[in-house]
């Protein structure tokens, strides 16, 4: 048993720690969303969904090197963020213009874990939902740069979601799995009914593999909300890119990822605040 004086230091530093978590899970995230632009750029290549010589490499080798020029990036420009504004967004050898993608799945990583422990704290469901935002972010900047959904991400987070969710952390077991199951059928058949009346793909196979693993975590309840949010989102999308002068038709191919991969974290965080509420009451004053 502790005497007063240690306890008093143990309190303290346990207050010290509470403050310093959040900066923690805050600088972790940085790390991650670093990790998170090499699967981005060298993922497509590895998985053989892009032919591209300069995405070569795995995930660990080469070191990162620059786009443009293939020179390797300095250590010290590596460091995430503070790399990206020393070099102004230039590489330091060629000048080429780095892609704001890197900063913005940075800053993304840790707005994830942030994210994960001010909704959940110091708890495992925290890391796995951390978790969660990470495959989304990546899913979702692969389908923006490629157009596909690797199934080298979309199953393992089925499987993960199956995993925690057989402990129960999100979900429980029966709904998850009739979730992941009715999610991939439901885009599946739109999917295949929109090629043979239009004759080119509207939702693809990748798109059925999110929303059966946004389901697999979330539980069946999830899927309207998820499609419904993820619609929406999709539809100012293209508004924004007309607004930005970019030509769209109908045959525009709508990369409905993204769409899919926001939805399912605004599910996720609205689901993790208020459990105990339908999703249709919370999110109706969202939208109005
Ligand atoms: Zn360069």
Redesign the pocket.
């Known amino acids: 048993m502790p005497d007063a004086f240690q306890q008093t230091i143990i309190t303290g530093f346990l207050k010290n720690m509470l403050l310093i978590s959040p900066i923690l899970a805050a600088l972790l995230g940085l790390i991650i969303g670093s990790f998170l632009n090499v699967v981005i750029h060298r993922g497509p290549a590895m998985w053989k969904l892009v032919d591209d010589d300069s995405r070569r490499g795995n995930l660990a080798f080469p070191r990162s090197y620059?786009a443009?020029?293939?020179?390797p990036i300095a250590r010290a420009h590596l460091v995430p963020l503070a790399g990206y504004v020393a070099l102004r967004g230039k590489?330091a050898?060629?000048?080429?213009p780095i892609s704001i993608r890197y900063p913005i799945v940075e800053l993304l990583g840790a707005a994830a874990a942030l994210g994960a422990y001010l909704l959940f704290g110091t708890t495992v469901s925290a890391f796995l939902a951390a978790i969660f935002f990470w495959f989304l972010i990546a899913l979702a900047a692969i389908d923006l740069e490629t157009g596909f959904l690797p199934d080298a991400l979309t199953l393992p987070l089925i499987a993960i979601g199956f995993a925690a969710n057989t402990a129960g952390f999100f979900a429980p077991l029966t709904d998850v799995v009739i979730g992941a199951a009715t999610g991939y059928l439901v885009f599946w058949v739109i999917g295949a009914l929109f090629q043979r009346l239009r004759g080119m793909e509207g939702l693809g196979q990748g798109d059925a593999k999110l929303l059966a693993a946004l389901a697999a975590w979330l539980g069946w309840q999830a899927i309207a909300p998820v499609v419904f949010v993820a619609a929406l989102t999709a539809l100012a999308g293209i508004f924004v890119m007309r607004l930005a002068g970019r030509e769209t038709s109908n045959t525009t191919p709508i990369p409905f990822g993204p769409a899919l991969a926001f939805s399912g974290a605004l599910i996720m965080t609205v689901a993790a605040i208020a459990p105990e509420s339908s999703y249709v009451a919370v999110l109706l004053p969202i939208f109005p």
């Open positions: 620059c443009a020029c293939h020179a590489c050898l060629c000048s080429a």
